[in-house]
Each structure stands twice: as C-alpha cells, then as structure tokens.
C-alpha cells in the first residue's frame, strides 16, 4: 500500500511534542512491514535541513486568496529516515526557524495544505491513502472532494485523520473563507462548527475514517473535546482508538546515544545509578534521595500551572526526603514560577526552562518517577519511555496514561496513579514513591517488568493497516 502522511511535525526534522515522534516513526514501521509509506511536511529553516542533502522533486504555482502561490517541493536524497521525506517549500510563509506560534499560522497551514493536494493532483497515479495529523492537515479530506480544481481526481481517495489532540482545533473565521481553493458552496456546512470554519470538526466530518491515539481518550471525546462532543457522538461510527507506539530504536536504554551509561533490564539498578549520579552532579542534587522528574510542555493540559505549589508541598511534607527536577517550557508566568523555586530550594529541587532533547534522554534514563499529571492525555508518551528506562510513571488517570500505567496496588503494577490533577493528590502520591523508594527489592522488580512491557510499532501497524483496508 502507498500511504502518504502529512503533518505539520516529524522527529528529527522539526518536533515540538510527541506528534514529532509519532510521525517520525509510524511510517518508518510501515516501510519495515513492506508497504509504502511517506511523509510531506512544511520546510522550516531547522538543523536537520541544512545538514542533509535534498533535491527538487516538483515546482509548482497556484494560488490562494488571489494571490500566486509559488511551491517547491523537495525530497531527502538518501531515505535515511526510513521512509521519503518530502518538505514543502514556501518563500515568506513556512521558511521560518518555528513550526508554530506566528500571528499568521492559519495562512502558512492553509498554504502548505493547498500545495500538498495541488502537488498530488499532479502525480500520474493515486496512493491508496492519505493520512492527516491533527487540525494544521485537517482541511485536505474537504478540499479532495469538494475543491473543483482537485475533485475530479483526488475525490475517491481514502482520507484518514488522526486526531493526536483534539484541545486545537484551527478555528479559522469565515471572512478568511476566501484562503480556501474555490469549492462547491452547497458543502460549505461541512466546513463550520460553531460558527467559524474549524479545521479539526471538518476533518472528522470528511476523512473517511477518524483515528485517535488510545482507547480511553476516543471515549473522552464523546464528553469531553473542547465544543466537538456533538460531533464525536454523531461520528463515532468511523472512529477507531489505535494506541502510539514508541521508536524501539530510538529509545533504547542499551544504546542510546545521549547517554554515557548504557544498561538493559539486567543491569538497570546499577545504570540507572550511574545515569541519576551524573543528572544529580549536574544539577546539585543528592543521589540518594529518590528523584521525581516532569518533562514536557508547560500548559494547562499537563497540569503544569500546579507543579509549583505541588512541588513546595511535598518538599516541606517529606522534610526534604525527595528531590525534584523539572525540564520544559511553555506558559511565561509557569516557566517564571518554576525558574524562581531554583534559588528556594537548592539541593531539592532544579528545573531547566526550554526545549533540550539530550536531557529529556538523560532525565528518562537517570530518574527513579516520571510525574505526569495531565488534565488531557490523549496518549502519552513520555510515560512509555520512562517505563523503557526503568523509571517509574506517576500519573493522572485519563486518556493513554489510564491505557498503559497499571497502579502498583493492583496485581503485576508497576506505577503510581491518582485521579485529580491536584495539589493534594500529587503530594498523597509523592509520598508513596517516597515509600516504595525504601523498598529496593520492589522497586527493582517494577523496574524490570516495565522494561520488558512491548510498547513497540509493529501491533500499533497492523491496526491502521486493518482501517485502509476497511476504506478499499
Ligand atoms: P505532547 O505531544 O502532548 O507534548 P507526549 O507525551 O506525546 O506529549 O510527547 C512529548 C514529547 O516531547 C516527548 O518526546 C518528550 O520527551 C518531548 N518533550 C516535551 N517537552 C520537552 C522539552 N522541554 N525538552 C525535550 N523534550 C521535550
Ligand atoms: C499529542 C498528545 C499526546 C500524544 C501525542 C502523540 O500531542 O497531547 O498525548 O501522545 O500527541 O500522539
């Protein structure tokens, strides 16, 4: 099969949350398993497009609102990836160093849309799917079908839209309806939700078939997806939760190639020991208390606005017995918070503000837990590769995180979970780490169980495999 992903990120060319990862290793997965599978994304000025080599693949022009649109497409020349990688090319719009967060994102997205379908218009076949990631490639299931430019050809395409998040939605106020290639008005409809043209409720309401990263958050949406419940209710006949997968090859305590001290499930109690000593030197803290890290983007959603006052709750609680270490950015007042607790409590706690993807491995690989408490999780994946380097999730029970922790008071658990994103719960389950920490015979056999859980691709493949066919 020929499947053709699009979306705005992909590990290691531009990656800004686990949606990077996905697509960085879902269409890898399916080349291994011989289909043909490829990637067409924005080309930002990043690191990895100057240092490799691409060629001209398609120079194309059309227009948007009126106005040329001038595209070029180029393609990695050495498939080192695992896959084709195709980057989009337009002058003035998606050349900038971010992938997003400028005042003009519904232009570039709209833009990179437009050329990925008007691109494939021209090709002298048709691939047997088109898979979309999340609202900035959600538009395309319309403007296949109901676009007069493209219909006539790209109409009886398969279109699937995986929904990694479905909090964004690409509203797009109607007056910009202009930006979009003209289509048939009688459709216009399958465009709105809630009176704005809403990239996401379109592409439920178009792609053939909606997917969405864990089981549990699938269920979520029918109550609770940020004004779509309605929609997810009336469409759940096309939705099917197919839970991520993680880059075996990419996260690999044995051989990874940010850390200095490798280890296996055989070896962990020492490498693990060997990796937090490193982590603790670098940051100030003492190795023998048990170190609790939160790694990620510091929103609402992960609760990050309560890690603050989680954090001094259960350093002055425990009396000191837990040290904590925080790496990520995002809300400027979270980040503020959380840089200010640095010259409180040295010795206890540090937390690094920005985006660092060398000590995201050295945290998973060093640390004892990994606390998520996440008010929306749809999957997760820093809990997955925590378990890979043997540290122990601390989680809020919602979404993947509910899908893949297993609470370590029931049979075979090896994790700690809590049900409010709280500063209460978070303190309640700090101190059963704290307590379970004590216990070097537990905490080894956990370590070790969830080093050999597979979380790998290849079940993940034959899922999406099963919905194309479904769509033939
Ligand atoms: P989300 O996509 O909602 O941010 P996921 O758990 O799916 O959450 O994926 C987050 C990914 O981004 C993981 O690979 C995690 O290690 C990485 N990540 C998040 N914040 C940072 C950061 N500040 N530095 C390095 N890696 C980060
Ligand atoms: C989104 C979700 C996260 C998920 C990731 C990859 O960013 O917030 O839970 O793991 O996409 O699907």
Known sequence: ??????????????????????????????????????VVMPMYETKFLHNNEFVVDYKGSTSMAGMPLNYTIIKERTNKLGFDLYLVDIKGLLDRPNIYSYSDDTERFVAFQIAVIDWMNQWGHLPDVVHCHDHHTALIPFMMQYC????????????????????????IGWEKKHYLPAYDEWKGGLLEWGKSINSLASGVKCAWKVTTVSWSYLEELRWSSNGLEKLFEYERGKCVGILNGIDNEVWNPKDDSYLSNHFTSRTVANGKQRNKLELCEQFGLDVRKPLIVFIGRLVGEKAADILPDSIMASIYAM???????????????????????????PGYYHAVIGYNEALSHKMYAGADFLLMPSRVEPCGLNQMYAMRYGTVPMVRSTGGLQDTVKDMGEWEGFGIRFNNASVGDIHYSVSRAVAVYADTKHMLWMRRYMMNIDHSWESAIDNYMNVYRSMK
Do not use: R
């Open 1 to 38: 099969m020929e499947i053709i992903h699009v979306s705005a990120e992909c590990y290691p060319v531009a990656k800004a949350g686990g949606l990077g990862d996905v697509v960085g290793a879902l269409p890898k997965y399916q080349c291994k398993a011989g289909h043909y599978a490829k």
């Open 148 to 171: 007069y430019a493209y219909k006539d050809k790209l109409a009886k395409v398969p279109t699937v839209l995986t929904i990694h998040n479905a909090q964004y939605q690409g509203w």
């Open 319 to 345: 009396q000191g017995s837990v040290s904590f270490l925080i790496l990520g950015s995002g809300d400027p007042h979270v980040e503020w918070q959380l840089s200010n607790l640095n010259d409180s409590f």
